[in-house]
Structure formats: structure tokens, C-alpha cells
């Protein structure tokens, strides 16, 4: 029987589901770090407990616990050196949140920030 294009390169195979695994953890974390910014908003001065009042906040908890769970699937199937510089993808997504939901501004500074992330990923990948 022929070998499968998997049976020939398990490394390949681990790689590509770590990569897939540690973006959807990028996603959710980005997520989670979204609705803490939209919830900040109803936490009263000098009153930190209101912020448990913030369904925003609760859901913020929730993407974080499932970024967690998709993060250790990440580290089952990849090394951390590997996994962690592609989980930090969600500092381009909040970048992309920030200008296009929230409308904060899009700086050269910022893009030009965003293109090291980039590139750091990148290099650390490979």
C-alpha cells in the first residue's frame, strides 16, 4: 500500500495543525482583548468590583478560556518557539479591530510596528 502524504512527513503534518490551532488562539485571544476594551467603558471610578457587571467582560473571560484551550493544542503539536510568535498574530488582529470596528487611528507608527510583528514572526517560524 502506497504511503499517504502524511505518512511522509509527520513533521509537516504536526507543523500545520500547530500553525492552525495557535491562529485560532490569536483569533480568540484578540476576542477576548476586544470586549475588555468595549467593557472598560462601564467601569465607574473607584469601583473596581463594577467591572463584574460588564457582560463584556464576561465575555472577554469566555474567548480567553477557549484561546487557552486552542493555545495548548498549539503546544501538542508544535514547540513553543514555534507556537508563541504565531499565537501573538492577535496583536495584528487588535491592531485590525482597533481601526476598522473601534475606529482608533492607524498611524505610520502603528502600521510600521505591526509590519515588525510581522516580520519577527516570520523569522522566528521558520
Not at 20 to 47: D, E, M, N, R, T
Not at 72 to 100: E, H, R, T
Request: with cysteine; net charge positive.
Amino acid at each position: 500500500m502506497p504511503a499517504t502524504r502524511s505518512d511522509q512527513c509527520p513533521v509537516h503534518h504536526s507543523a500545520r495543525k500547530a500553525i492552525a490551532f495557535a491562529l485560532l488562539a490569536s483569533v480568540f485571544i484578540s476576542l477576548a482583548q476586544f470586549y475588555f476594551k468595549v467593557g472598560s467603558g462601564g467601569v465607574l471610578p473607584g469601583q473596581p468590583a463594577s467591572i463584574l457587571a460588564q457582560p463584556q467582560v464576561w465575555w472577554g473571560v469566555l474567548f480567553y478560556l477557549v484561546s487557552l484551550y486552542w493555545t495548548m493544542k498549539a503546544y501538542q503539536w508544535g514547540d513553543l518557539s514555534f507556537v508563541l510568535p504565531i499565537v501573538c498574530l492577535c496583536d495584528v488582529w487588535n491592531v485590525l479591530l482597533g481601526y476598522f470596528v473601534l475606529g482608533e487611528a492607524l498611524t505610520v507608527t502603528r502600521l510600521a510596528g505591526t509590519g515588525i510583528i510581522l516580520l519577527g514572526i516570520l523569522v522566528l517560524t521558520r
